[in-house]
């Protein structure tokens, strides 16, 4: 299995529920990412979050991460249709003297309205 | 306006058909990098570029060829295209791979 596990693959909340995704990954990592993708675009970063921190807040959203777990997740509150898109993590991590990016597969949120 | 600028946006190409996906940031950073997207895979990097003449393979580089003459662009170069090449192409760019990544709009290929 790859680098940046998302979990799980697809998600349908209502609006104003809260979404949560979860991110495993397997080596050692100095920060992890979460970005958005709305169907066929590129992406967008939403947050980041260090290898030493536990977790982190930006708007609506909040990360966590256990470096002991090798696991993150992205937690939405009070979603809104407007959320509706793919999420992937990306963690970075030191490879062969460079500092290598990895994507998950991702978790592709649908928010009803 | 910080952006990566790729193109083309679409393109349908025959078999063996040499063509050039460009990439271009203003951002002035460091790090670039190619990944192609494809269903259920989520994004696999291709090739990657630490600054200009600096490059390497990512996780998916059979088929592909990079080049970093310049800092702000890092063209994606398919010599021989092949239809298992056919997929969403992204170029990002970030400051030396450590902070977030800017990605362009996305190149999608169809190799018939």
């Known amino acids: 299995s790859q680098q940046g596990e998302e979990d799980p693959q697809a998600l349908s909340i209502q609006e104003g529920e809260n979404a949560t995704m979860n991110c495993s990954y397997k080596?050692?990592?100095?920060?992890l990412q979460w970005y958005r993708q709305n169907s066929g675009r590129g992406l967008v970063h939403l947050i980041l979050i260090r290898s030493n921190e536990r977790e982190k807040h930006s708007g609506r959203l909040r990360v966590t991460l256990d470096t002991s777990k090798k696991s993150s997740s992205l937690l939405i509150t009070a979603s809104r249709a407007a959320d509706t898109a793919s999420y992937f993590c990306?963690?970075?991590?030191?490879?062969?003297?460079?500092?290598?990016?990895?994507f998950g597969t991702g978790t592709k949120l649908q928010v009803i309205p | 306006e910080a952006q990566v600028t790729q193109n083309p946006r679409y393109l349908i190409t025959v078999t063996g058909k040499k063509l050039t996906v460009t990439c271009s940031q203003n951002m002035n950073h460091e790090y670039m990098s190619w990944y192609r997207q494809d269903p259920g895979l989520g994004l696999r990097q291709i090739y990657y570029?630490?600054?200009?003449?600096?490059?390497d393979k990512g996780d998916v580089p059979e088929g592909y060829k990079v080049s970093r003459k310049e800092k702000r662009n890092f063209p994606l170069i398919l010599e021989s295209p092949s239809p298992n090449q056919t997929s969403l192409y992204f170029c990002?760019?970030?400051?030396?791979?450590?902070?977030?990544?800017?990605f362009g709009q996305g190149t999608r290929l169809t190799v018939v």
């Open positions: 990002a760019s970030s400051q030396q791979g450590r902070t977030e990544a800017f």
């Open positions: 990306a963690t970075l991590a030191n490879s062969g003297g460079y500092q290598k990016v990895t």
């Open positions: 080596t050692s990592i100095n920060n």
């Open positions: 570029s630490m600054n200009v003449e600096v490059t």
